[in-house]
């Protein structure tokens, strides 16, 4: 049975530069073998966690909508990619939201200490993050980054390889950057042989 691979997209341009960079990571992620289930956050119908804290006794969110779905999803993979441009110094809105309604993961594993992933399962969970950021400054993936971690840990889900790319603003398109979309490629198709190799 095929590995699986879960590719959140915390853009909202589709065909644009972070679009094109996880394409190329899916793409190394099935040719080593994996299958890729592709999440666009922005057209995910899923509301902001309102800190009702059902999820600190019962294990699903109170909220009715299609987080359960993508909750799921999460729970099943092997491998994560979450591919966003920067946003203010952080991640844009609708990923981190999506990020904010996993707090029943949080609560499992600290609160509860009964992890949704089991401890074998999550020895082998993956992640590969891509960053892209418009500005050429030294501390712009500091907080993505953070944040991205953070959701690794709560998901169980280890954050083994980045690819940021800064000075987009000068860059403009990706495409001129052969190098760097090879580099998405290696790391999608590395993530997916780890992951299919270690179980």
Same mark, same amino acid.
């Given at each position: 049975? *095929? #590995?699986? /691979?879960?590719?959140? $997209? ?9 679009? #094109?960079?996880?394409?190329?990571? =899916?793409?190394?992620?099935? %040719? ?26 019962? %294990? ?6 299609? @987080? ?18 920067? !946003? &203010? ?6 990923? #981190?939201? $999506? ?7 949080? !609560?499992? *594993? ?13 020895? /082998? +969970?993956?992640?590969?993050? =891509?960053? =892209?950021?418009? !500005?050429?400054?030294?501390?712009? $993936?500091?907080?993505?980054?953070? &944040? @991205? #971690? ?6 169980? @889900? ?24 090879? @580099?998405?490629? %290696? ?11 270690? +179980?």
């Amino acid at each position: 049975m *095929k #590995k699986k /691979i879960v590719a959140l $997209f915390g853009s909202n341009v589709f065909g644009g530069n972070t679009d #094109k960079l996880l394409n190329e990571a =899916i793409r190394g992620a099935e %040719e080593a073998g994996c299958s890729v289930e592709r999440v666009d956050v922005v057209q995910a119908n899923i509301s902001g966690c309102r800190q009702i804290y059902h999820c600190m006794e019962k %294990e699903t969110c109170v909220i009715r909508d299609e @987080a359960e779905k993508y909750f799921t999803l999460l729970k099943e993979a092997d491998g994560i990619i979450i591919a966003t441009p920067v !946003m &203010t110094y952080g991640i844009p809105g609708h990923l #981190k939201s $999506f990020m904010d309604r996993c707090q029943p993961f949080y !609560m499992a *594993k600290y609160h509860r200490k009964n992890s949704f992933i089991t401890p074998e399962h999550a020895k /082998i +969970r993956k992640t590969l993050f =891509i960053c =892209i950021s418009g !500005m050429n400054t030294p501390d712009v $993936f500091i907080g993505p980054v953070l &944040t @991205a #971690k953070a959701f690794c840990q709560i998901i169980d @889900a280890g954050y083994v390889d980045e690819l940021l790319q800064n000075d987009m603003d000068t860059i403009k398109d990706i495409a001129t950057k052969p190098e760097v979309l090879k @580099a998405a490629y %290696e790391k999608g198709r590395t993530l997916g042989e780890a992951v299919t190799k270690a +179980r």
